[in-house]
């Protein structure tokens, strides 16, 4: 494993976090398919994690309306689910073979978010300011 892979790793997580897509299929699904257009990608990516991170807070809703159970604590619980689940997926069916250690394939470049013209603002920022209510 080189530095550049290192590199490209902590690009893709950074971009993970920014974009508050915490679906690992939905990355996926946007990275495998060459053909489709940056925008087209872009918003099929916020989308699948629109749907995806509304059904991950059903469970918690469901156990509060029907059972009483605290949501903090179901919450939490459902925290560790995802982090095993991505875990699965890492290591099962997106495991890539081109690196040692386990991990997905890299987010190529040109499906990147880039910055604001002569600035270092993440246009990331925008879009989270154009998506609060």
Known sequence: M???????DSIILRITCQARAWS?????TVTR?????FWLA???????????????TV??????????VNEIISVLMM????????????KGPF????AYVPQTDVIPFDYLLPYL????????IVVALAAAP
Request: glycine letters at 10%; hydrophobic letters at 45%.
């Open 24 to 28: 690992v299929s939905s990355a996926v």
């Open 59 to 68: 469970v918690p809703s469901l156990l509060k309306a029907y059972y009483g």
């Open 33 to 37: 398919v060459p053909a489709m257009p």
């Open 95 to 98: 495991l890539t073979t081109r």
């Open 117 to 124: 013209p002569g600035t270092r603002i993440h246009v990331g």
């Open 2 to 8: 080189t530095e550049s892979d290192s590199e490209d």
């Open 79 to 90: 925290s560790y689910v995802g982090i095993n689940l991505a875990n699965l997926l890492i």
């Open 42 to 56: 872009l918003i099929l990516l916020c989308l699948i994690g629109f749907v995806v991170g509304g059904a991950w």
